[in-house]
């Protein structure tokens, strides 16, 4: 039997272990708000550990040792040295940003996409021609093809190339022809032409100091913003807005809705002083998917942007930098989640705590400089010099392209009001 005197010595001691105990097993560890106690935060979504993964690591960052590095010094802006791009393609940066040509030109032919020689801006050195001459198809080394029927007589060995920044909702099947591989929105092919990318920062150029303006944060005052035309989609992103904008208020610029902005017009400041959220739905949810919206108005802004599916999303932009309209069983309990952050501003910045070790890049096909380099016509041009040739093949079209979108407006409806 324990003693009056040994309790009464070691009992505060007792009262605090059993306080922490209480603390660790049974106070949850979600973000209350003092005004009601109802808990908003998303319940497959919490800052900290995120699947055994810390807040400021993304999924994506792999961790063999010391990697390196490479300075980008774009047309425009300062300079500054990247550790990795995040994507779900096997291609590490260091492959993709060296390239070994020799005398002569690879040749690389648009049948009928468009495009011109400045689509080779980010690597110059790298001894490839581009042309839009259909006379010299039997000396090019790539044909790039689009959207029209077509019938092309390649030299052996070429590459079949498919152009497409379109959604295979919206691009049609080519199911008739066989591809060597893509060029366009797709990660999972080597001249991946993404809309936009994220990098890691190597550590010389992590951001010090605040990082975000305060006195932006300070002057929002509307919950969200959408710029939109396109009215009637295969997500169903309009029918979850208007749903939506029973619990928040949303305001839509364009063709489907009474607020007009001129595209990149003065307007969209208001995404910095005005908005806390800025709606990033695309108009069909296929695999890798994401558009302008999403790298320009979504992550050149001080905003949170808004994206319908996490897993099409999540694989290439920073970590804890978004929030997903599937994170939440309810469009109820997404509204109330927004209105929390909008009154709760330390929840509000820790969705731009990337900002110290990541930068988003927009690539706006006007600016051809070293930002392009990982990407598009230069891997292409990369490719073109590899020795053997690597052999790329899209034996199953319809399984690669085809059948890689969402039921129409399937996420939508699987979420109650």
């Not at 053997?388 to 399937?410: G, L, M, S």
Request: proline residues 5%.
């Amino acid at each position: 039997m324990i003693s009056r005197g040994w309790f009464a010595r070691w009992k505060y001691l007792f009262i605090l272990c059993c306080i922490c105990y209480i603390l660790v097993f049974y106070v949850p560890s979600e973000n209350v708000s003092r005004d009601s106690g109802t808990q908003y935060i998303a319940p497959r979504f919490k800052f900290g550990i995120k699947n055994g993964i810390a807040a400021d690591d993304h999924q994506n960052e792999s961790d063999d040792g010391p990697k390196e590095t490479f300075m980008f010094r774009p047309a425009s802006g300062e300079a500054f040295e990247v550790e990795e791009v995040l994507t779900t393609s096997n291609i590490k940066l260091a492959q993709r940003m060296k390239c070994n040509p020799k005398k002569g030109k690879r040749v690389i032919l648009s049948w009928n996409v468009g495009h011109s020689p400045a689509n080779l801006g980010g690597c110059p050195e790298w001894n490839c021609e581009f042309t839009t001459d259909k006379n010299r198809v039997k000396e090019a080394d790539a044909v790039l093809v689009g959207g029209q029927p077509y019938e092309v007589n390649f030299k052996p060995n070429a590459y079949s190339v498919y152009f497409s920044q379109e959604s295979p909702k919206n691009s049609g099947s080519r199911m008739r022809y066989q591809f060597n591989m893509t060029l366009g929105f797709r990660h999972d092919t080597p001249a991946s032409s993404p809309y936009g990318y994220t990098v890691k920062l190597a550590k010389s150029s992590w951001k010090t100091g605040e990082l975000v303006d305060m006195n932006l944060i300070r002057s929002k005052k509307k919950p969200a913003a959408w710029f939109v035309s396109h009215c009637a989609t295969n997500s169903g992103r309009e029918e979850f807005i208007q749903r939506l904008q029973k619990h928040v208020s949303v305001d839509i610029y364009g063709g489907c809705g009474k607020l007009k902005c001129p595209k990149s017009g003065n307007c969209e400041n208001a995404l910095d002083t005005d908005y806390f959220f800025y709606v990033a739905f695309e108009n069909s949810l296929c695999k890798d998917y994401n558009t302008e919206k999403l790298w320009n108005q979504g992550y050149q802004r001080t905003i949170i942007p808004l994206v319908m599916k996490r897993s099409i999303v999540e694989p290439f932009v920073p970590p804890n930098s978004f929030i997903a309209i599937d994170d939440f069983k309810s469009v109820k309990e997404m509204g109330d989640y927004l209105n929390y952050l909008m009154n709760n501003q330390t929840a509000y910045l820790e969705y731009f705590n990337w900002r110290r070790k990541y930068k988003v890049i927009f690539l706006n096909g006007v600016n051809h400089d070293v930002l392009e380099r990982p990407w598009g016509f230069c891997q292409l041009c990369r490719i073109l010099w590899n020795e053997p040739r690597e052999h790329h093949v899209i034996d199953n079209w319809a399984a690669y392209w085809d059948e890689t979108c969402e039921r129409d407006k399937q996420l939508v409806n699987s979420i109650s009001d």
